[in-house]
């Protein structure tokens, strides 16, 4: 019901307010007629008109509510002088320019008229008490009304500033999941186009240096690395355009590339290196499990830049890439013999960082850094899904 008033009143803001106003008019004018026919004495016309001014100044209680809420006091003073008890009805103009200026206006305001419209009913009940034996009847019970009032309307101002404060707060705390959601799936683009990017210019450029140097002396290997080049290139830029498709999507659709490479694809990464150069022996421990594919994903391309900065940075053409499955965690590390005094930059390039952006993703560990016997060392450990099919397969003859 109060539903279905709210409504209303909503789409009629015009014929509320007049059945509001129409309200009070009633309450008072019958206020009037009730105190004087149980009193007898007190003028019957005079009241009359001063409770219709007050209620018809109710109508500018919203523009200008301290100038009203004067104009109420007076009009409900002159009713008290005229010997009327200054009853809740007889005081209804008063009391709902005093809600309604305690709902718009600040506390200061709110209590400082209050106080005001207090004094004025304490005086009188002083100087013009209708029952000179009962004080509470003529002082206390007006006092209170008045007080009461701009209590009630202080409360509903403060409900409706906190309501809008929080809907103030939820909109800004969805503008920010947005812009988090916005720069969350840029890092992920971000990764994805340095790890092709990177992954198969340096595999394209080893392979034309491997080319030329071996261009005078042994021309037969030179051409066979030149013509394995257009497949890196095909390859960089198949898997570009499937990574830069994602932005042109109307839709978002999580995780999932299409083509999304795994640890499925690890042979033909293998060859690509072998072909730049680079010897790559792979080994697997433990019964292999499959793999989701967000943590397929992020084990292949763990492994990819890790063999990049290889190809980059080590001083032997050489890397170890081991695949430790356990019941709820896969271990991966890719370690290569490079000579002790390598390039001191090497942990501070973009490809260390995306791959501990990717295992931290995950949910798993990464640690990065040179080995006490020499040579360098990427390894992490990433959680394995027990929703995830837990069925063993060899990803395409990776099992020793």
Not at 34 to 53: E, F, K, N, S, Y
Not at 322 to 327: E, G, I
Request: glycine letters at 8%; aromatic letters at 4%.
């Amino acid at each position: 019901m109060n539903t279905s008033w709210q409504r209303w009143a909503a789409a009629r803001p015009r014929a509320a307010e007049a059945g509001a106003l129409a309200l009070v008019a009633v309450a008072t004018i019958s206020g009037v007629l009730v105190t004087r026919g149980i009193m007898a004495t007190p003028p019957l016309w005079p009241a009359l008109a001063l409770a219709v001014v007050g209620c018809a100044a109710l109508h500018w209680r919203r523009a200008r509510p301290l100038p009203v809420l004067t104009v109420t006091l007076v009009c409900t003073m002159g009713i008290g002088a005229l010997g009327y008890l200054l009853t809740p009805l007889l005081m209804g103009p008063l009391l709902a320019a005093q809600y309604s200026l305690s709902v718009h206006s600040p506390r200061r305001t709110t209590w400082n008229s209050a106080v005001a419209a207090a004094l004025g009913m304490v005086a009188t009940g002083l100087f013009f008490p209708p029952f000179h034996n009962s004080p509470v009847l003529s002082i206390v019970n007006p006092t209170a009304w008045v007080l009461l009032a701009a209590a009630f309307g202080s409360y509903v101002r403060v409900r409706r500033e906190y309501t809008a404060a929080r809907a103030e707060h939820a909109a800004r705390e969805r503008e920010e999941e947005a812009r988090h959601r916005v720069f969350q799936e840029r890092m992920r683009i971000a990764r994805e186009l340095h790890d092709v990017v990177a992954h198969h210019l340096t595999l394209a450029d080893a392979q034309a240096s491997t080319a030329a140097h071996l261009a005078a002396t042994h021309p037969e290997q030179a051409l066979d690395i030149i013509g394995k080049l257009p497949q890196t290139t095909s390859a960089a830029l198949h898997e570009l355009k499937a990574t830069v498709g994602l932005l042109r999507q109307d839709t978002d659709h999580g995780d999932d590339l299409t083509p999304a490479p795994g640890l499925r694809d690890l042979p033909e990464l293998v060859d690509a290196c072998a072909a730049a150069g680079l010897t790559v022996t792979v080994s697997v421990e433990g019964a292999v499990r499959r793999l989701t594919p967000v943590l397929d994903l992020t084990a292949y391309r763990i492994v990819q830049e890790a063999l990049t900065n290889v190809s980059k940075h080590a001083a032997t053409p050489a890397a170890r890439v081991r695949l430790a499955y356990a019941p709820h965690r896969l271990t991966l590390s890719v370690t290569n013999d490079a000579a002790p005094g390598g390039p001191p930059d090497i942990e501070g390039g973009f490809g260390l960082v995306t791959m501990r952006e990717r295992a931290t993703a995950a949910g798993g560990t990464f640690h990065a850094g040179r080995r006490p016997q020499g040579g360098f060392e990427v390894a992490c450990t990433l959680p394995l899904d027990d929703r995830a099919d837990d069925q063993e397969h060899d990803p395409e003859g990776l099992a020793p």
